[in-house]
């Protein structure tokens, strides 16, 4: 199930590291950073292009850029001035991409290959961060950690649609396999929200504890289940899709940071940055054991898994239709 586009790409994890400004590159197959190249300050994410031809690094802070590796030869480019990149998206038609402008409240709309602004939506809230699609790629859902909402956006309008107020920190978005729900961490709620995914405003539909910290969401390979990740335990937690009940929790021994990630290619591994213990942590899935602690720069982020199974990337570590 992967495109023609990735045929012949090494799999390699990709690691930002926010406090030393470098990207660390892991052989999954060893458990080794055989890589590591300086970025502009403060990267947040690596992104897979929607094309999956190129790799993103968004760093947000000094120069404010968007650098493109090549997965190929796993070089990074020159990297292409951008305005408050803590995220990057691409709308499902790929027709854009989408510059998450955290501090500065907006989304930008770009061309998806030379990143440069088409347009703009302003938005009324506060650290917007995360977000995904709705399945018939019309309008999406997207986090605002600051103030504590969540918005619904139409992208055919290119309007905010409706806001809802959690409160807390909302952080990652996913929405299910069934197109039904939306899924939302909060970290300051510990735990996930779910949010309609019908009408043109959210509404808050449950809520279920996962522990402290809540942050990542990410859907088992099969997609059958959800892992959560819990920065402020050391935990993962595992949510069956069908029931909506957690059915297991992942610890990391001695405590640690869980943050993001991805699911290995073939779905047995999820591995995941440690944002405050400068390390990379590798889970099996299958039995939820942590089989590998990897060191890597400091503060490590957003690690993306490269190549994936999909048509296309919609963006963040690992949003593949």
Known sequence: MFSPAVRGVPARVYVPNGKDDTVSIINPATYKVI???????????????????????ASDKGRQSLTPINPQTR?????????????LYFTPDGHYGLVVAENERRLNFT?????????????PCRGINHMDFSADGRTLLAACEFSGDVLKIDLLSRKVTGLLHLGGMPQDVKLSPD???YYVADMMANGVYLINNSGTAPKQLGFLATGKGAHGLYPSRDGTRLFITNRGEGSV????????RLVARWKVPGG??????SVSADGTQFWVSARYSDEVYVFDTRSGTLIHRIKVGRGPHGLTFFPQPGRYSLGHTSNYR
């Open 237 to 244: 937690s595992v949510l069956d899709f069908a029931s909506r």
């Open 111 to 123: 061309d998806p290959h030379t990143m440069q602004v088409q347009f703009s939506i302003p938005v």
């Open 256 to 261: 640690g940071s869980p943050d993001m990630g």
């Open 35 to 57: 890589r590591s190249f300086k970025v502009d300050q403060e990267p947040q994410h690596v992104v897979a292009g929607y094309d999956l031809k190129t790799l993103w690094v």
């Open 179 to 181: 197109g039904q729900v």
């Open 75 to 87: 070089k990074p480019g020159h990297p292409i001035p951008t305005s408050d990149p803590y995220n």
